[in-house]
């Protein structure tokens, strides 16, 4: 019974450190902005935009500020909601942080850039671009 015990506690320990290693299941940046992406809610996804940034969706660059890139990625999800998406690589300097991202739409394969500053009540999205893959 105690080898028991003693097994049922490792295995808790190695899927906690398993799931804690893999990405977006710490509590990081990306992981809320992943799923805003994902479920394509402009509105949520929103409330990570600093006040002014750059948008650029399909090869249509703005800087805007964040009400106005808001409307911008809420018309593209509208005529374009997403079935999957998912973070393939980030890096990070100093306090700033960089995400790539891959993002499906109808059978329509998109690479997402997402770049982050540290402010003073958080990290905040500078730049988001969606391209789709050709």
């Given at each position: ?15 906690g ?5 893999q ?10 902005i ?13 409330a ?13 660059c ?10 911008i990625?809420?018309?593209f ?48 999205i ?9």
């Amino acid at each position: 019974m105690r080898g028991l015990r003693i097994f049922a506690v490792s295995l808790m320990f190695i899927a906690g450190t398993v799931a804690y290693s893999q990405p977006g299941a710490s509590m990081d940046v990306f992981y809320p902005i992943a799923k805003y992406m994902e479920q394509g809610d402009a509105e949520k996804l929103s409330a990570w935009f600093d006040d002014h940034m750059e948008i650029s969706v399909n090869g249509v660059c703005s800087d805007s500020g964040r009400n106005q890139a808001r409307q911008i990625l809420k018309l593209f999800f509208d005529g374009n909601r997403p079935s999957a998406f998912s973070i393939r690589h980030t890096a990070s300097k100093a306090n700033m942080k960089y995400a790539l991202g891959a993002m499906t739409i109808a059978s329509v394969n998109y690479n997402v850039t997402i770049f982050v500053n540290l402010r003073d009540d958080g990290y905040r999205i500078q730049q988001l671009k969606i391209e789709k893959v050709r």
